[in-house]
């Protein structure tokens, strides 16, 4: 029971006039003490500076029943006012101590223009439903709060925090509802979504966001914590769902046998089945094969070969332990991609585990990732995935990878050709080489190509695809663009390599017809001889290429070609007098000389009897 003589003694411990007040009332509970009450006020009422101190004061007063007192340090109150903070304690003072509604919520209205934050702004609508208890004006508040609320970068985490606040100030469900589906159409990370899908407290409320995160999430990690959720709601279809999609994901055993383990809670036994087998094949050490053998034991008793294989995996492993052990001191010490890879190629034969050769690919590719791309540097990497795994996604991965980050057609025919002449995933691999040509094949013809852009791609196709059809076809693009006999002859080479005989020497023969010059001709010669023509057919189009010309000098040139290139004197002795009467003046002494040097003792007997 407390009296003067108990009270008296907690003065000392008074160093505010909150602190006053609060004693002032206590002395006002039965028995109550009004004059003691009144005493300590009327002490420290003159003293006051702060609105918080003055609304305490005042309410004193008016438990004392001096209303006049009251209202008037109410009144001292507002004037002092300078901050959210004191408007809030101000409006408390209105309502409490002068029973003005209205004046509290002005108050409450001008310390909400002064708040800014979330946190002070949920405390405001929670001090305010305390006082007044005005829910609309509360959901002033809270769209303040949540407005807020966007511009932050936990927005997940505040908006819980504006949702359980509402919950347990604002007591009005459908508002509370209506707040999450807002959050939940602003937030996309499955974590945030997932967040806030935990904050409901109603799995049935909660079960679109949980589908959202389902569907949006790519790691086992985020999944493990959403498959939390679905079994503490005890929602078996869904924790399938979950289920199905982490076990496309996991790579690892401890998270395959986990799987398996939750599989089985549902009683979905063959997906329980194919995690095991998926958790033996990812095994890397002989604790992790024991734990297979025992999920074995556990779930699938009745299986007695696979329980026997597991055994005979796990004395196989112990047993090369040792080696098991050197091989981990190898890659403890590994600090290259090309060390890394080659401790692979040993795993996979000293060790025959795929498991534990596919960890160290790996590793070997997050160390590619950490330097600037360059496939020359990945292809070993390709090579090697395919050789020592059965993973054709991660296959799969790399390759497309490589492509997309590939600009110039140098590197990318390499990727296709890498592609294409995969030796254990053939069909995988050639039909991502012809993809791949496809692909820049369009980006040709969208573009501004030329003669060179459809001859080098129409060679991959034609070489690394033997797809004579295509290559041919993009041949007729590339002859579309030819403009010199450079660019003919070499279409037509590809043509020849493509299984066209007929249609490379046609191509050969449009080369010669452009041929404006001699030294064109001879250029042209040049060039098929290098693709080892037989004689016959270089002759042929030689021909075409003199007949082609106009101008006696040049004419003249092409004849002198058949000496140099054909060293046949009498097709030249022949072509020397087709053209003879060709040339006059300066001109016909230039012959002479040529013709005299060249086939002298066809036309010149006394060269013939000097001799």
Known sequence: MATRDTLSAKEASCNSPEDWAALAHEALTEPADAEYAKKLVDDIAGDCQFTKDLVAVATVYKALGDDAQAAELIQQAEDYCMSGEEQIALAEGKFKVLGDKAGAIAAYEQALKETANV????????????????????????????????????????????????????????????????????????????????????????????????????????????????????????????????????????????????????????????????????????????????????????DTARLERGKQKLEKRIANQARYVEFQTLENALSSVKATLHLADRVAVELADPSYAAKLLDRAEKMLAEEPFQFSRTQPLIVAVDKHTDDTAWLTRLLDESAAKTTDFIWFKEVAHTAAHLPHHTELGREKARAYLKDWEARLKSGQAGVYDYTKLAQAVITDLGDAAWGNALLNDARACAKDHYALAHIGHLTAQAGDAAGAEALYLQAAALCTSGEAALQLLDRLKSYELPEAQLRKIYEACGKALTSPADKLRWVEGITECFRDKAW???????????????????????????????????????A
């Open 572 to 610: 030249a002795a022949q072509a020397y007098g087709a053209i003879e009467s060709q040339f006059t003046g300066a001109d016909k002494m230039r012959f002479h000389q040529s013709r005299m040097s060249r086939v002298g003792d066809e036309f010149y007997p006394y060269r013939r009897h000097a």
């Open 119 to 302: 946190a002070p702004l949920l405390g405001l609508a929670k001090t305010m439903l305390a006082v007044i208890g005005d829910k609309d004006f509360a959901k002033k508040i809270y769209a303040k709060a949540e407005a807020k609320v966007e511009t932050v970068a936990a927005r997940a985490a505040e908006y819980v925090k504006l949702a359980q606040a509402a919950t347990a100030d604002l007591g009005d469900a459908d508002y509370v509802t209506e707040l999450y589906a807002r959050a939940a159409t602003k937030l996309s990370a499955p974590a945030d979504l997932l967040l806030l899908a935990n904050s409901m407290n109603d799995p049935a409320r909660a079960k679109p966001l949980y589908t959202k995160v389902l569907e949006g999430s790519g790691d086992v990690q985020s999944l493990a914590k959403l498959l939390e959720a679905a079994q503490a709601a005890n929602d078996a279809d869904f924790v399938k769902l979950i289920l199905e999609k982490m076990a496309g994901l996991a790579t690892t055993t401890p998270e395959l046998l986990s799987l398996t383990d939750g599989f089985m809670a549902v009683g979905d036994k063959a997906n329980a089945s194919k995690t095991l087998d998926a958790a033996e094949d990812k095994v890397t050490s002989a604790d992790e094969m024991q734990k297979v053998v025992d999920a074995t034991g556990r779930h699938f008793p009745e």
